[in-house]
């Protein structure tokens, strides 16, 4: 909470920056003769050595720690003060010139070796900056200009660098020294350059002021206003750009508007302050105007607005400028003339003499030339501080325009204020002084005030000063405050402060920008390091306030104590007790014990002392001094590091063995239920505890720390300890340190309950604590149930016996509070075991505490009948069947299926996830099983048979404890196993799992993974399966539907227009553009969709015939409340008009026979408009289907598509590898391209598409023939009809294959050649005239031809006009097979 000295940046290649600005000099630049001077100058010390003494110096780390080995020994020498330097206020550009040379450095962002970024500044651009001979580099600024992009947050879009020459001549610049414009406004050296840029007003009285440079000359003040000045760099920026995109070099830069005035009245100037403008209150406007004007003066009702400038040199030491704003009338009339004809003459004209970037050819004329300088308008000095000895050397304008610094020749440094134009305070012993200014914000929050209505915010301003003499840097409090921080730093370091930030802002574009600018900047040049000074609002608070200052830095100190880990427990005592002791506000004091409570690493005597010592202190004091809610803070926080002290003692005392009557009695026959549930709890045990990563400090078993304990548990005011529910893990980490000790057996139970019922603690909360550390620590509870049950039973009784716990009220025949809060928690827990076993021993209490009041209320011998024991027996039932389903979920899935994380699920979420929710958590299970739906169907149908065995088996396998090691090695690849879990829990749940319903959930589940993943086509295969074996047609109707509505018709309807727009079957690419799957991934899911809607239609066929079924769930689960499920949905479904999903069906099987076989079609187009219009329509409504006779073109186009799938399949069965021509005997497969069914489908579809199937059958007779396939083809020829034209086709067929064997065939022998010239002339020349290559298999046997010819004979008619010439053929075949 001090002033400290941060480095942020490091200048990098200081050496080369050097070497470049010295280039002429072989040696090191000349030091000042100052070490001379230094040893003997005798100036008066005395008052900041007084102020020195107060006020300890720090040292600096960083400039001890960080060496630069290569530049520290040869940049002592002061050669920086040599230099011209300028930062911009963005610290992204650093500016070193000297004589003609500079050197531009440009942030950039490195890597360290502890792998941390920091920023540094590197050379970007070095070169000479003189186009004059003679003329050097007197003055140089940086101004960042804001970027006008709507997405700019306050970064700049760039950096401008204004360098002023001692030839009077200004140029702009940017980064990478480019030359944007020049202007000569004066003829003499330019002094000093400055900027001012926007702030937002402060208050709503201060005036706005505008942004402008200021360009000092040694009798001149020029001012350019910034908006002009934005404008214009903007403009010849682009202007530069375009230029050399262009390749030429001429620029015309816009017109500069500015005002020159000329400064009268002092004997030398050397820097200049402009304020801004001003306006005068109405005292001093009267004021002025009877010193000025005396008793008749005249004054106007609105005071004039003036731009005020201060200027320091010499005769008088300080000047103070007003030039009145605009054309308004002067306040006086005697003096209105004198002021107007100097106002006339003011120049607000554009600049003549531009020097940009020229021609080479005209570059030598343009240099003669001297441009035109406008004579400046006088402006008379308003007053002075004169003193004739004293010389001012620069002056430092605040942040605030109220206030400046002023160094001199006398080693004084001087405050002035500026609004009554006086000197209010003056440090000495400052020769060649640096100054700058630091302003601060108070913070949110620091002020104490009432939120009705908050106070503005308060700024501080400090006045830095850099002594280069001695080395140090001081931070001083204005207007008289003390000096707040001083640094030891080098000699030769220069202290840059630029005093304004972006240009190019104003109130429009400024709000909700962070403007990243450093106000302050110190450069050590042995280093280059950039250090900025950092000082906190309060220490520029009043000596009243200083208190808090101290107590704030007594709390820093406190934390950097609690902060390291080295210090030793009796140290930390006695620090954190001094501190705590030494803070005076109670505040504070409370913020002190607050953090020292919260820290990790102080071990709990610690605390008890510091914390007792703390509270012994104020009960010494005052009553009435001492702050009540700090006093109680000590007491609560005592008390309960006792009870954490006292918990932790009983912990590691010994456990005692004495149980109560009651507990022992009601505990009967607890063996007996658990040996009943034993084999599940052990299968279940063995499936949870599967390998997994933990860290150490997230072990249950880690001690709880003092913090922990501390901020779970508060004190009211009553003096009661309550438990604050904060995080689960935080919760079960208490309750184990409170109540797992006594789960063990490790602790003695009675006394830790008498412990935690002194402090008040409600039963309920440590009720809800037990029950949490059993549910979370259910693995260490399995281990051992048994003797784990016990220690819970003991447990429950003694909490239910504390005050407070069970109401005396209680009736028996209502619920009670108590028992129903375990009650929520074992529902609401994923722990199913541990949920079985707590509930399984509150019943026993719940009932042994009912017992003893019935006994007590009606001395009965009767059972008392309780609707809390009901209530306690349906929860023991429901935790029973969640026990099997969750051992039914937790069991692996085989290796290389999907699997995924098996889900947990409790009782409430159950009845939550309404009556479907069983069968859905069965139904991923089955996905991430993947369970064949054969092998589900045989699971379900066997599960009645083997339920009665179940039992038996099951103890048999839980006894011997070789069998159990054999158990753990198979169980996880068993599918056995796998299925008696599945069994079991059917039977549980034999309304809820029912075979309908879980196959129908089992399908909507594997749809729904098909939906994430379309690619798996397999999973939408297994949804249609499941559907299949959906036994009630009204389910399996719904959930067609649903199927089709939400997953199907989009897709299929993107692939039916695909392909449609493309005209053939689509590739990959555009099948997953477009359906959003690949080319064979739509082939299998157009495929499935078949098989769905024949499903579909058959369903709808069958609903008439069978009732609908009604669902029942079971009667301990009929609370559920939730989604419908998926049965309840499908049922509720509508009927479905069947001819729309025929026609959807058959569009569905054209999409897939083009798929599958890549054949180019455009299928809507084999519809006519209503058959179009049809499509993708709600199958539930009716449409107007196509009727009636079709159009014989779309006949003719639906014939040839289907004569073309016939020839695609034929030629795929043929393509099979190792088919011989003609073979049939090769079973064909019942799927893809070479399934059987193709030839069928094909006749049906024909038959809807009113195409002749006899066509389709000769087709298929001849492909089959071409192909070689004459056995297929001999099949099919029997149920072809016109037997006349197949003949006539078959007849061009044989005389191919005849016409190849012996005119074409390379074997060619003299039988064949002699034969050809017996065979009739007409056979000849009909046999040369055959094309044998339309043959796809043109080499046959002759015993299939002659077979072939056989069948001609057959089918011919003998009245056929080819008859005859099939006779020929049978001969010719005859007479080669027998040369053969």
Same mark, same amino acid.
């Given at each position: 909470?001090?002033?400290?000295?941060?480095?942020?940046?490091?200048?990098?290649?200081?050496?080369?920056?050097?070497?470049?600005?010295?280039?002429?000099?072989?040696?090191?630049?000349?030091?000042?003769?100052?070490?001379?001077?230094?040893?003997?100058?005798?100036?008066?010390?005395?008052?900041?050595?007084?102020?020195?003494?107060?006020?300890?110096?720090?040292?600096?780390?960083?400039?001890?720690?960080?060496?630069?080995?290569?530049?520290?020994?040869?940049?002592?020498?002061?050669?920086?003060?040599?230099?011209?330097?300028?930062?911009?206020?963005?610290?992204?550009?650093?500016?070193?010139?000297?004589?003609?040379?500079?050197?531009?450095?440009?942030?950039?962002?490195?890597?360290?070796?502890?792998?941390?970024?920091?920023?540094?500044?590197?050379?970007?651009?070095?070169?000479?900056?003189?186009?004059?001979?003679?003329?050097?580099?007197?003055?140089?600024?940086?101004?960042?200009?804001?970027?006008?992009?709507?997405?700019?947050?306050?970064?700049?879009?760039?950096?401008?660098?204004?360098?002023?020459?001692?030839?009077?001549?200004?140029?702009?610049?940017?980064?990478?020294?480019?030359?944007?414009?020049?202007?000569?406004?004066?003829?003499?050296?330019?002094?000093?350059?400055?900027?001012?840029?926007?702030?937002?007003?402060?208050?709503?009285?201060?005036?706005?002021?505008?942004?402008?440079?200021?360009?000092?000359?040694?009798?001149?003040?020029?001012?350019?206003?910034?908006?002009?000045?934005?404008?214009?760099?903007?403009?010849?920026?682009?202007?530069?750009?375009?230029?050399?995109?262009?390749?030429?070099?001429?620029?015309?830069?816009?017109?500069?508007?500015?005002?020159?005035?000329?400064?009268?009245?002092?004997?030398?100037?050397?820097?200049?302050?402009?304020?801004?403008?001003?306006?005068?209150?109405?005292?001093?406007?009267?004021?002025?105007?009877?010193?000025?004007?005396?008793?008749?003066?005249?004054?106007?009702?609105?005071?004039?607005?003036?731009?005020?400038?201060?200027?320091?040199?010499?005769?008088?030491?300080?000047?103070?400028?007003?030039?009145?704003?605009?054309?308004?009338?002067?306040?006086?009339?005697?003096?209105?003339?004198?002021?107007?004809?100097?106002?006339?003459?003011?120049?607000?004209?554009?600049?003549?003499?531009?020097?940009?970037?020229?021609?080479?050819?005209?570059?030598?004329?343009?240099?003669?030339?001297?441009?035109?300088?406008?004579?400046?308008?006088?402006?008379?000095?308003?007053?002075?501080?004169?003193?004739?000895?004293?010389?001012?050397?620069?002056?430092?304008?605040?942040?605030?325009? +109220?206030?400046? *610094?002023?160094?001199?020749?006398?080693?004084? =440094?001087? @405050? !002035? &204020?500026?609004?009554? $134009?006086?000197?209010?305070?003056?440090?000495?012993?400052?020769?060649?002084?640096?100054?700058?200014?630091?302003?601060?914000?108070?913070?949110?929050?620091?002020?104490?005030?009432?939120?009705?209505?908050?106070?503005?915010?308060?700024?501080?301003?400090?006045?830095?000063?850099?002594?280069?003499?001695?080395?140090?840097?001081?931070?001083?409090?204005?207007?008289?405050?003390?000096?707040?921080?001083?640094?030891?730093?080098?000699?030769?370091?220069?202290?840059?402060?630029?005093?304004?930030?972006?240009?190019?802002?104003?109130?429009? +574009?400024?709000? *909700?920008?962070?403007?990243?600018?450093?106000? =302050?900047? @110190? !450069? &050590?040049?042995?280093? $280059?390091?950039?250090?900025?000074?950092?000082?906190?609002?309060?220490?520029?608070?009043?000596?009243?306030?200083?208190?808090?200052?101290?107590?704030?830095?007594?709390?820093?100190?406190?934390?950097?104590?609690?902060?390291?880990?080295?210090?030793?427990?009796?140290?930390?005592?006695?620090?954190?007790?001094?501190?705590?002791?030494?803070?005076?506000?109670?505040?504070?004091?409370?913020?002190?014990?607050?953090?020292?409570?919260?820290?990790?690493?102080?071990?709990?005597?610690?605390?008890?002392?510091?914390?007792?010592?703390?509270?012994?202190?104020?009960?010494?004091?005052?009553?009435?001094?001492?702050?009540?809610? !700090?006093?109680?803070?000590?007491?609560?926080?005592?008390?309960?590091?006792?009870?954490?002290?006292?918990?932790?003692?009983?912990?590691?005392?010994?456990?005692?063995?004495?149980?109560?009557?009651?507990?022992?009695?009601?505990?009967?026959?607890?063996?007996?239920?658990?040996?009943?549930?034993?084999?599940?709890?052990?299968?279940?045990?063995?499936?949870?505890?599967?390998?997994?990563?933990?860290?150490?400090?997230?072990?249950?078993?880690?001690?709880?720390?003092?913090?922990?304990?501390?901020?779970?548990?508060?004190?009211?005011?009553?003096?009661?300890?309550?438990?604050?529910?904060?995080?689960?893990?935080?919760?079960?980490?208490?309750?184990?340190?409170?109540?797992?000790?006594?789960?063990?057996?490790?602790?003695?139970?009675?006394?830790?309950?008498?412990?935690?019922?002194?402090?008040?603690?409600?039963?309920?909360?440590?009720?809800?604590?037990?029950?949490?550390?059993?549910?979370?620590?259910?693995?260490?509870?399995?281990?051992?149930?048994?003797?784990?049950?016990?220690?819970?039973?003991?447990?429950?009784?003694?909490?239910?016996?504390?005050?407070?716990?069970?109401?005396?009220?209680?009736?028996?025949?209502?619920?009670?509070?108590?028992?129903?809060?375990?009650?929520?928690?074992?529902?609401?827990?994923?722990?199913?075991?541990?949920?079985?076993?707590?509930?399984?021993?509150?019943?026993?209490?719940?009932?042994?505490?009912?017992?003893?009041?019935?006994?007590?209320?009606?001395?009965?011998?009767?059972?008392?009948?309780?609707?809390?024991?009901?209530?306690?027996?349906?929860?023991?039932?429901?935790?029973?069947?969640?026990?099997?389903?969750?051992?039914?979920?937790?069991?692996?899935?085989?290796?290389?299926?999907?699997?995924?994380?098996?889900?947990?699920?409790?009782?409430?979420?159950?009845?939550?996830?309404?009556?479907?929710?069983?069968?859905?958590?069965?139904?991923?299970?089955?996905?991430?099983?993947?369970?064949?739906?054969?092998?589900?169907?045989?699971?379900?149908?066997?599960?009645?048979?083997?339920?009665?065995?179940?039992?038996?088996?099951?103890?048999?396998?839980?006894?011997?404890?070789?069998?159990?090691?054999?158990?753990?090695?198979?169980?996880?690849?068993?599918?056995?196993?796998?299925?008696?879990?599945?069994?079991?829990?059917?039977?549980?749940?034999?309304?809820?799992?029912?075979?309908?319903?879980?196959?129908?959930?089992?399908?909507?589940?594997?749809?729904?993974?098909?939906?994430?993943?379309?690619?798996?086509?397999?999973?939408?295969?297994?949804?249609?399966?499941?559907?299949?074996?959906?036994?009630?047609?009204?389910?399996?109707?719904?959930?067609?539907?649903?199927?089709?509505?939400?997953?199907?018709?989009?897709?299929?309807?993107?692939?039916?227009?695909?392909?449609?727009?493309?005209?053939?079957?689509?590739?990959?690419?555009?099948?997953?553009?477009?359906?959003?799957?690949?080319?064979?991934?739509?082939?299998?899911?157009?495929?499935?969709?078949?098989?769905?809607?024949?499903?579909?239609?058959?369903?709808?066929?069958?609903?008439?015939?069978?009732?609908?079924?009604?669902?029942?769930?079971?009667?301990?689960?009929?609370?559920?409340?939730?989604?419908?499920?998926?049965?309840?949905?499908?049922?509720?479904?509508?009927?479905?008009?069947?001819?729309?999903?025929?026609?959807?069906?058959?569009?569905?099987?054209?999409?897939?026979?083009?798929?599958?076989?890549?054949?180019?079609?455009?299928?809507?187009?084999?519809?006519?408009?209503?058959?179009?219009?049809?499509?993708?329509?709600?199958?539930?409504?009716?449409?107007?289907?196509?009727?009636?006779?079709?159009?014989?073109?779309?006949?003719?186009?639906?014939?040839?598509?289907?004569?073309?799938?016939?020839?695609?399949?034929?030629?795929?069965?043929?393509?099979?590898?190792?088919?011989?021509?003609?073979?049939?005997?090769?079973?064909?497969?019942?799927?893809?391209?070479?399934?059987?069914?193709?030839?069928?489908?094909?006749?049906?579809?024909?038959?809807?598409?009113?195409?002749?199937?006899?066509?389709?059958?000769?087709?298929?007779?001849?492909?089959?023939?071409?192909?070689?396939?004459?056995?297929?083809?001999?099949?099919?020829?029997?149920?072809?009809?016109?037997?006349?034209?197949?003949?006539?086709?078959?007849?061009?067929?044989?005389?191919?294959?005849?016409?190849?064997?012996?005119?074409?065939?390379?074997?060619?022998?003299?039988?064949?050649?002699?034969?050809?010239?017996?065979?009739?002339?007409?056979?000849?020349?009909?046999?040369?005239?055959?094309?044998?290559?339309?043959?796809?298999?043109?080499?046959?046997?002759?015993?299939?031809?002659?077979?072939?010819?056989?069948?001609?004979?057959?089918?011919?008619?003998?009245?056929?006009?080819?008859?005859?010439?099939?006779?020929?053929?049978?001969?010719?075949?005859?007479?080669?097979?027998?040369?053969?």
């Amino acid at each position: 909470m001090s002033c400290c000295l941060l480095e942020f940046c490091r200048v990098q290649e200081l050496k080369t920056v050097k070497g470049f600005l010295y280039q002429e000099q072989k040696d090191d630049p000349p030091e000042e003769e100052n070490n001379q001077t230094e040893n003997e100058l005798t100036w008066d010390t005395s008052d900041w050595e007084s102020a020195w003494d107060n006020h300890d110096v720090k040292e600096d780390d960083t400039t001890t720690a960080t060496v630069v080995e290569e530049e520290s020994t040869e940049q002592s020498a002061p050669w920086l003060q040599d230099c011209v330097v300028s930062l911009s206020p963005c610290s992204d550009l650093l500016v070193v010139a000297r004589e003609h040379r500079a050197v531009f450095l440009s942030a950039k962002w490195r890597t360290d070796d502890s792998g941390r970024e920091e920023m540094t500044l590197a050379v970007s651009w070095t070169g000479t900056l003189n186009t004059e001979e003679g003329e050097c580099v007197s003055s140089v600024i940086c101004i960042p200009l804001a970027s006008q992009k709507r997405s700019s947050t306050g970064r700049p879009d760039w950096t401008c660098i204004v360098v002023g020459f001692s030839s009077g001549c200004v140029r702009f610049y940017t980064e990478n020294g480019v030359l944007l414009l020049a202007q000569l406004l004066n003829e003499d050296p330019v002094l000093r350059l400055k900027c001012r840029t926007y702030e937002i007003p402060r208050h709503p009285g201060v005036t706005e002021q505008h942004e402008e440079l200021s360009i000092l000359y040694p009798t001149a003040l020029v001012t350019i206003d910034g908006f002009s000045l934005f404008q214009s760099l903007r403009a010849c920026r682009n202007q530069v750009a375009r230029a050399a995109a262009a390749g030429s070099e001429v620029i015309q830069p816009p017109p500069l508007a500015y005002k020159k005035w000329g400064l009268q009245d002092m004997d030398t100037i050397v820097d200049h302050s402009s304020v801004g403008i001003m306006t005068l209150c109405v005292f001093d406007q009267m004021k002025n105007a009877s010193i000025l004007g005396g008793f008749h003066a005249s004054v106007k009702g609105s005071p004039p607005a003036m731009s005020q400038y201060i200027t320091v040199g010499g005769g008088p030491y300080t000047g103070f400028y007003y030039a009145i704003e605009g054309s308004s009338q002067p306040l006086l009339s005697h003096v209105a003339l004198a002021v107007a004809s100097k106002l006339t003459s003011a120049l607000f004209s554009a600049a003549s003499g531009w020097l940009g970037w020229k021609n080479k050819n005209e570059e030598e004329p343009a240099q003669k030339q001297k441009p035109k300088v406008e004579p400046a308008t006088p402006l008379a000095v308003r007053f002075g501080l004169p003193d004739s000895r004293r010389h001012g050397e620069s002056i430092c304008l605040s942040p605030c325009n +109220t206030l400046a *610094g002023v160094t001199d020749d006398f080693g004084r =440094v001087t @405050l !002035l &204020d500026l609004a009554r $134009g006086i000197a209010i305070r003056m440090w000495k012993g400052y020769r060649d002084a640096q100054l700058g200014w630091v302003q601060v914000s108070e913070r949110r929050g620091e002020r104490d005030s009432s939120p009705s209505t908050p106070l503005p915010r308060r700024h501080a301003q400090f006045l830095v000063i850099y002594a280069p003499r001695r080395g140090i840097l001081e931070v001083w409090g204005t207007q008289q405050g003390p000096r707040v921080g001083a640094f030891t730093v080098g000699k030769h370091c220069r202290l840059l402060y630029a005093g304004y930030r972006l240009m190019g802002v104003n109130s429009v +574009t400024s709000q *909700g920008w962070q403007l990243h600018t450093q106000q =302050v900047c @110190l !450069l &050590d040049p042995t280093t $280059g390091a950039l250090r900025t000074v950092t000082v906190p609002f309060h220490l520029a608070l009043s000596d009243k306030k200083s208190e808090r200052a101290k107590d704030m830095h007594l709390l820093k100190r406190l934390t950097t104590i609690l902060r390291s880990r080295e210090v030793e427990p009796d140290i930390l005592e006695n620090e954190a007790k001094s501190v705590l002791l030494d803070i005076k506000h109670p505040a504070i004091k409370k913020q002190a014990l607050e953090s020292l409570l919260s820290n990790k690493n102080a071990p709990v005597s610690c605390l008890t002392n510091i914390t007792r010592a703390l509270h012994d202190s104020l009960k010494e004091q005052d009553p009435e001094a001492v702050d009540q809610a !700090l006093l109680q803070l000590c007491s609560s926080q005592l008390k309960l590091l006792q009870l954490y002290t006292d918990i932790q003692q009983l912990h590691s005392a010994a456990a005692d063995t004495e149980a109560c009557s009651e507990a022992l009695e009601s505990l009967v026959g607890i063996e007996e239920e658990l040996s009943q549930v034993g084999p599940t709890l052990q299968r279940y045990a063995q499936l949870t505890v599967r390998p997994c990563v933990s860290f150490a400090q997230d072990s249950p078993n880690s001690p709880l720390p003092a913090h922990a304990f501390l901020s779970q548990l508060e004190c009211t005011e009553d003096g009661e300890v309550r438990v604050i529910r904060r995080t689960d893990a935080e919760w079960n980490q208490l309750g184990s340190f409170l109540f797992w000790g006594c789960l063990c057996g490790e602790s003695p139970l009675h006394r830790v309950c008498d412990t935690l019922q002194q402090t008040g603690i409600s039963p309920h909360q440590l009720l809800s604590l037990v029950l949490s550390v059993w549910l979370h620590r259910e693995k260490e509870v399995l281990k051992n149930p048994a003797g784990s049950v016990r220690k819970l039973h003991t447990l429950l009784i003694a909490l239910s016996n504390m005050k407070g716990a069970v109401d005396e009220s209680w009736d028996p025949q209502s619920i009670s509070p108590w028992w129903q809060q375990v009650r929520c928690a074992c529902v609401q827990s994923h722990s199913a075991a541990a949920s079985l076993l707590a509930a399984m021993v509150a019943h026993r209490a719940a009932k042994a505490s009912i017992t003893i009041l019935a006994d007590s209320k009606l001395h009965s011998e009767w059972e008392a009948v309780s609707l809390e024991l009901e209530q306690w027996a349906v929860c023991v039932r429901q935790l029973e069947d969640l026990l099997a389903l969750q051992t039914l979920l937790w069991a692996p899935p085989p290796k290389g299926t999907a699997g995924g994380a098996p889900s947990q699920c409790s009782v409430k979420t159950l009845l939550e996830g309404g009556r479907g929710g069983i069968a859905d958590s069965v139904s991923k299970w089955v996905f991430r099983q993947d369970l064949a739906p054969e092998r589900l169907k045989e699971i379900l149908q066997t599960k009645k048979e083997k339920g009665g065995e179940d039992g038996s088996k099951q103890q048999e396998e839980g006894g011997g404890e070789e069998e159990e090691e054999k158990e753990r090695n198979q169980e996880d690849t068993d599918p056995n196993r796998t299925a008696e879990l599945l069994a079991a829990v059917c039977q549980r749940f034999p309304d809820s799992l029912s075979a309908d319903l879980l196959f129908a959930h089992c399908c909507w589940e594997y749809v729904v993974q098909w939906n994430k993943d379309p690619e798996e086509g397999r999973y939408m295969c297994l949804a249609v399966k499941h559907l299949k074996l959906v036994s009630s047609p009204h389910i399996q109707l719904g959930i067609s539907s649903m199927m089709w509505s939400t997953f199907i018709v989009k897709r299929i309807s993107a692939a039916a227009f695909l392909m449609e727009k493309v005209g053939k079957a689509p590739k990959d690419r555009l099948c997953r553009r477009d359906v959003g799957m690949g080319d064979k991934a739509t082939t299998s899911f157009l495929a499935s969709s078949i098989q769905l809607l024949q499903i579909l239609m058959e369903a709808d066929s069958a609903v008439e015939e069978v009732p609908p079924p009604e669902l029942c769930v079971e009667e301990v689960w009929c609370g559920a409340e939730g989604p419908a499920s998926i049965a309840e949905l499908a049922l509720e479904q509508k009927g479905v008009h069947y001819p729309l999903v025929q026609h959807h069906c058959l569009l569905a099987s054209l999409l897939h026979a083009a798929m599958t076989f890549s054949l180019k079609v455009k299928p809507l187009s084999l519809f006519d408009s209503k058959g179009k219009n049809a499509f993708f329509r709600d199958l539930t409504t009716i449409q107007l289907m196509p009727s009636g006779d079709v159009d014989p073109g779309l006949v003719s186009l639906r014939q040839e598509f289907l004569l073309h799938l016939l020839t695609g399949w034929v030629q795929a069965i043929d393509d099979a590898p190792g088919s011989a021509p003609g073979a049939s005997s090769t079973p064909l497969p019942t799927n893809g391209p070479r399934a059987d069914w193709w030839p069928s489908m094909c006749l049906e579809l024909g038959s809807l598409l009113q195409v002749n199937p006899d066509i389709l059958r000769r087709h298929l007779v001849c492909e089959l023939y071409n192909q070689g396939l004459d056995l297929r083809a001999e099949e099919v020829m029997l149920e072809v009809e016109d037997k006349d034209v197949l003949g006539s086709q078959l007849l061009v067929l044989t005389g191919q294959r005849l016409s190849y064997s012996l005119l074409h065939s390379q074997s060619q022998t003299q039988a064949a050649m002699e034969l050809l010239a017996r065979l009739p002339p007409t056979l000849c020349t009909w046999l040369k005239a055959m094309d044998p290559s339309e043959l796809r298999c043109p080499l046959v046997p002759l015993a299939q031809i002659s077979r072939l010819v056989s069948h001609l004979i057959e089918i011919l008619p003998e009245n056929h006009g080819q008859y005859s010439l099939a006779l020929h053929l049978l001969e010719a075949v005859e007479v080669l097979i027998m040369e053969d």
